[in-house]
């Protein structure tokens, strides 16, 4: 290259000290991706060919090598390898990519467009873009995966843990069919080893290292915020249940989750977006692109939060071991969900929707403070129903069942004469008309679901009342 060269212009900026341009990158490019005998993943992206980056993830390899046919495990990685890039695709949302490693099949193309778009919803509102990130990707012909339609019975189901009460719940319900049950997780964060541990079930443990010039960059002024990972973490627990054999693998995703908090650029934009009902449709028909005889679905899919908190109430052996609060973990990842910073929106849903079916001095025990006696909590559970605002970009439940677990602590002698829920139900509740909010409604279980035969039975004895 030339001194005069633009690409050799680009490099020398993009590894200087310049304030970081979003607008100068044209492309992100899928440039490489690899899997060795030892378990070791590379994927490799750029920017057009400015900046390059690498991430890598250790997995766990069976005795004797993968269980599934090389095919199968190419075309899982290659899946993996296109949803992880989202991660670097948000640094400069550029208007194209490039894919240097294979052209995606339709289904799986439909996916990596969804969480390009809809799945940086969030990302677009906190940088203030006029619109969504839209790239195109490049579609190849339909492809014979090999496996007529259809699944055998299952057999072998791989559940991933995050260290919260969803995952413990699922846990339970796929341990009560049963059959056969390990665990998933990257990375062993307090929360996943204590739940873990609790669970005394065999773990295959994965560790993930992101880009290290990611920082550098972020610091630069490349855009940042946050990004579809529950599509991540999927993908990599779907490649680990391959190379070891498992039929399925059961994630911890309940139909509170398809619910967004605003609109724009014409879009709900949900901060849940890869745990919603629409990316698990998504994702299952990309998987029978890559490898049909394995199946993904939500456990939990049936139910709110607020059922999902009441069957966690009764499992009381996993009371010490979870936690949820993100907010300790962005201001110190080294203590990544180790304990509960009380003063959040994810710390207030958790505890509004599991106070109806706990004694209050029982989550005073799990949270080490009585929140809904806190009156400078009053606007932050008032936001939980969009009262003043809209609902948080954060792992919480829908207005309604915030709303109906109000209704339930305005009722309960327990808790009816705590000043938050004394406020709640003067100043909150008649904003809603009646039959807003209804307990039973929100308590129900609904249809509509992927939930397979073998399970579904155990979906209801546990989140039933």
Known sequence: MTAGDPTSERRRRATGLERFDPSAYRALRFVDRSLDEAGSVRLRYALDDAIEFEEEFELPMPPGGPRAPAQVIDRLLSLLHWVTGVSYYKIAAPPEVACETGVPPPATAALLEALY?????????????????????????????????????????????????????????????????????????????????????????????????????????????????????????????????????????????????????????????????????????????????????????????????????????????????????????ALRASSWCGDCDKCRFVFLVLAPFLEPSALVGIFGHAMLDDDAQYDGFALLTATGGYKPFECVGEVQESVAAIRLLAEDPRWRDRRVVRRLAIDVLPRFGEEAGDPAGSLALAAEHHVPNELIDDVHALLGA
Do not use: M
């Open 117 to 333: 778009s809809e799945g940086l919803g969030e990302f677009a509102v906190a940088n203030g873009l006029r619109r969504l990130p839209r790239p195109a990707f490049p579609v190849a012909p339909a492809i014979d995966a090999g496996s007529p339609p259809g699944h055998d019975r299952l057999r072998r189901v791989l559940v991933p843990v995050g260290g919260g009460k969803d995952s413990a719940v699922a846990i339970e319900i796929v341990r009560r069919s049963g059959l056969e049950l390990a665990l998933f997780s990257i990375g062993n964060a307090a929360p996943i080893d204590r739940t873990v541990e609790v669970a005394r079930l065999h773990r295959l443990l994965v560790t993930r290292r992101l880009d290290p010039g990611l920082g550098a960059l972020n610091a630069r002024g490349a855009l940042n915020g946050h990004v579809p990972v529950t599509a991540i973490v999927s993908c990599v627990a779907l490649l680990t249940a391959a190379l070891h054999g498992f039929d399925a693998v059961a994630l911890a995703n309940e139909r509170s989750a398809s619910a967004g908090s605003q609109i724009w650029d014409g879009v709900e934009v949900n901060h849940q977006f890869s745990k919603s009902a629409r990316v698990e449709t998504l994702l299952a028909a990309a998987l029978a692109e890559a490898a049909p005889e394995l199946q993904i679905f939500s456990v939990l899919r049936p139910a709110s939060e607020l059922a999902i908190a009441r069957a966690f109430a009764r499992l009381d052996q996993y009371h010490p071991a979870f936690t949820s609060c993100n907010k300790v973990f962005r201001l110190d990842p």
